[in-house]
């Protein structure tokens, strides 16, 4: 901590402005939400009329005022409004779409609530389109959709060129401002461990590289954890969740972390992909429910969006914690630190200290249970000569952390990073040492995890 106060007095200033906040923090807070969410507006299609005319709520039954309030219920603050496309839909997006968003932005004001949509990708498969709001919001949506997205044209098969998704995002790069892009459930389509589908990790490198400030992320963990038979509707058995996580964000050492160990700024979210509720008969939980992606933002749009594109978030299953610090410094020096999605510059040699903070909620989660928290790891990494990651995992279970009241406090010393890396962590309510594969028919509830985005170390010189 930048200060010497009591842990206890920290806590407690914590809940309002936190005491190791600067200047730019005033007013921040760990604020949940999600980008995922479907509505009656994810419609389906009769292809027997030229054009196809739209169903109204054929792949979802709810309103968008409905989806609001029900995140509001689960504890949310943010939530995007992502309808999937189809022939012609941008038209429905034009027409229906967005007056139903404002609708929903007037009855359910508590909420901040953006414009997006279920982004077809060119050449892919799914992505999280975030349109920032403003006077521009609803013409911005409808001309990504109308001119990019792969099934808009009334003609199939004529956008499947990856080079468009290129396009989209050199002119996303030039909009104010900037949109926001995840890349939904990316080995949703793999055949195996590192056998990919429709999304291939030279694609998610080349897609970051192309406007680093527009599309900054994946959907670390999948929406459709309800669903009965495999979580996250990975249907490949051989391909399947990790503790309701994705394979390219929960194995050590995988795509997430050969990104990270580059050098590339690229977070992890956590989502519903609501469609319809378990209880009504479907396989998805509401927005809120069970996952929630937390932003440390102040409760207006932008700073949500500031903090999505710069990293301030963790994903968390089941309301396992509900807010962290996690701190990176010299070890023996206060005077500087790093946070999530930060970079701390430090001399060649430099040993480290890792300090974490986390919060579980005094409340019940949304199936009545109170989880504890079994294990944290620190993972720890770094370019490796042959190109892949070199990594560390460091486990800490509860006797070697100290307990304040809903807090937990840990800490690290780290040898110095001689190239740089940097830490992330994870915990679960769980004894696996890592996650292991998600059979048919888990109960998720059973089976959560968090996982912080990282701090980076880059080394001066």
Known sequence: MKSAMPLHVLILLCCASPAWAAD?????SWLAGDHHVHSEWSVDWDESTSPPTPIRGGDSPYTRSRNARQAVAHGLRWMVHTDHGGPGHSRVTRDHAWPALQQARRDVPALIQF??????????????????????????????ERDYSRRDPLQRGTRE??????????????????????INHPSRSAEGVGEWGDVEPAELRQWHDAAPQVLVGMEGAPGHQAAPQHRGLYRNTDAPTFGGFDQMTARVGGVWDAMLASGRRFWITATSDSHENV???????DPGQYSKTYVWARPEAGDVLDGLRDGRIFAVTGDLIDA?????????????SAQLGETLSVPAGTALRVELKLRQPERANFNGDRPALDHVDLIIGSAGTDGAPHMQVKRLDAHQWQRDGQWLSMQWSLPAMPKGGFVRVRGSNTPEAAPSADPAGEDPWKDLWFYSNPVFVRIEG
């Open 115 to 144: 414009n997006g949509m279920e982004f077809d990708v060119p050449g892919g498969e799914h992505a999280s389109l975030i349109i920032a709001p403003g006077p521009d919001e609803h013409d911005q949506l409808v001309g990504l």
């Open 161 to 182: 060129d990856g080079r468009l998704m290129l396009n989209a995002l050199a002119h996303m790069r030039t909009m104010t401002p900037q949109p926001l892009v995840f």
């Open 324 to 336: 962290m610090q996690l701190t990176v410094r010299p070890d023996g020096d206060a005077s500087r």
């Open 279 to 285: 209880r009504d008969g479907g396989r998805d939980f």
């Open 24 to 28: 730019a923090d005033e007013g921040r």
